[in-house]
């Protein structure tokens, strides 16, 4: 089986900085496209950053210039860095990944979510 956990979430004041984790553990032959998203409370899930294996990056426009995401292939992680925090910002924040497992097929994992906060 293969499980993601997230950590770093917290509450922040708007302007501050937080930097999320996630690792994938398990029976993992290799790890393809990673990203983060995140949901506020009474709307949809939506695409905050996505990592390729080969490193290339996309970001939401509300994001830009202030987020920023990383992989470590080796390790089979990914964070998030966040910059200039909003109130907006605050919602549950979910890591992504597609792994594909030693004997198996690639499917996309989801951790359980790491909640952030940040006041105004």
């Known amino acids: 089986q293969v499980h993601l956990v997230e950590s770093g979430g917290g509450l922040v004041e708007s302007g501050g900085s937080l930097r999320l984790s996630c690792a994938a553990s398990?029976?993992?032959?290799?790890?393809?496209?990673m990203g983060w998203y995140r949901q506020a409370p009474g709307k949809e899930r939506e695409l905050v950053a996505h990592?390729?294996?080969?490193?290339?990056?996309n970001y939401a426009d509300s994001v830009k210039g202030r987020f920023s995401i990383s992989r470590d292939n080796a390790e089979n992680t990914v964070s998030l860095q966040m910059n200039s925090l909003k109130p907006e910002d605050t919602a549950v924040y979910y890591c992504?990944?597609?792994?594909?497992?030693?004997?198996?097929?690639?499917?996309?994992?989801w951790g359980q979510g790491t909640r952030v906060t940040v006041s105004s």
């Open positions: 992504n990944a597609e792994i594909q497992p030693y004997g198996g097929i690639t499917i996309a994992h």
């Open positions: 398990g029976s993992i032959l290799r790890t393809f496209d």
């Open positions: 990592i390729s294996s080969d490193g290339r990056t």
